[in-house]
């Protein structure tokens, strides 16, 4: 009775202490209207992605989501637009368009970059938010270990093949979602397609860290162009990134009355991504990296530029941008 009376009136502060949290954040989420203006969000099938393209919807942007699993995304896209039309929020301006997109395939990102450049006269804001969360040892189509392929050298690609219409859509912003796990990694130079040993909590945070490098040395290389670039953290968020991570079936009710109490949902997750993409507060920023919506300080190891300009050299490399 005492162990089940602790648990109750645990949860009921756990409670009480997420929905102040929620309304708190709730306030920081109002934006303005993106009317006329063409997003792309990468992964916009699911969690911040999802509540990303969702918002700037609302919004009245043109959301393309470019997502790997075509069935899935066109699915996510109808519960959009039944969720915005109940609300009326989607009147007068907004539209979701699904493009099939694998960041796992080189041949994937060009052909989705093709039809981009032939069909859209503008690109105003590329989201890169997909990503993938340690997973086991696997190679991409073109060979490269997972993290490293999806999270840095697929969005690498598909970033550099859209440039020139960002330019010609200036004023214009590249939005890049890291992670705070940037910290724990390190750009090995000698192995970064994990041949020698892999770690896939290391390779993730590599990947990361690789993010905040590529924002960094692309801002540099896009100065005076009006296109802004910067990366970001969302948080602890409750979406499917971690379906990788095993978590022993007895403490499951444990982690999940956790997760629900301590981290944020996917609009809450998405909002620093939602900042940068529509914020007048943040034209002309660039090259800076942000958390819950503020400017955040960086490591010495993320603003390397010798090493943000060697990653960048070599990813131009492992791509096909150079032979």
């Given at each position: 009775v005492a162990?089940?009376?602790?648990?109750?009136?645990?949860g009921i502060l756990l409670a009480a202490?997420?929905?102040?949290?929620?309304?708190?954040?709730?306030a920081a989420g109002a934006g303005g209207s993106m009317r006329g203006k063409t997003v792309i969000i990468t992964g916009a099938n699911s969690g911040l992605g999802r509540a990303a393209a969702a918002e700037l919807l609302r919004m009245r942007a043109r959301v393309i989501m470019g997502c790997r699993d075509r069935e899935r995304a066109e699915r996510a896209a109808?519960?959009?637009?039944?969720?915005?039309?109940?609300?009326?929020?989607?009147?007068?301006?907004?539209?979701?368009?699904?493009?099939?997109?694998?960041?796992a395939s080189l041949r994937s990102v060009r052909a989705f970059c093709h039809r981009v450049l032939q069909e859209e006269p503008r690109l105003d804001v590329l989201i890169n938010n997909a990503g993938i969360f340690q997973c086991p040892y696997m190679k991409t189509e073109d060979g490269f270990e997972m993290q490293f392929g999806v999270n840095h050298l697929g969005h690498f690609l598909l970033t550099n093949l859209l440039l020139g219409l960002l330019k010609n859509s200036a004023p214009s912003r590249v939005v890049v979602v890291s992670s705070k796990l940037y910290k724990y990694g390190e750009i090995n130079f000698e192995d970064l397609n994990s041949e020698i040993s892999y770690n896939k909590s290391f390779c993730y945070s590599r990947s990361k860290l690789a993010n905040v490098l590529f924002a960094r040395e692309l801002a540099r290389r896009l100065e005076g162009t009006g296109v802004t670039v910067n990366s970001l953290?969302?948080?602890?968020?409750?979406?499917n990134l971690g379906r990788y991570v095993n978590i022993p079936f007895l403490a499951k009710p444990l982690f999940n009355l956790v997760s629900w109490a301590f981290f944020k949902t996917p609009l809450e997750g998405a909002q620093t991504s939602i900042y940068l993409a529509s914020s007048p507060d943040v034209e002309g920023?660039?090259?800076?990296?942000?958390?819950?919506?503020?400017?955040?300080?960086?490591l010495p190891k993320a603003t390397d530029d010798l090493v943000a300009r060697k990653l960048w050299d070599i990813s131009e490399v492992m791509v096909g941008l150079l032979k």
């Open positions: 162990a089940a009376t602790l648990a109750l009136g645990g202490w997420r929905w102040l949290r929620g309304a708190a954040r709730a109808r519960e959009i637009r039944a969720e915005l039309g109940e609300r009326e929020e989607a009147e007068g301006g907004g539209e979701l368009v699904v493009r099939e997109l694998d960041l953290h969302p948080g602890i968020v409750r979406t920023v660039s090259g800076k990296y942000f958390g819950d919506c503020k400017e955040e300080e960086l």
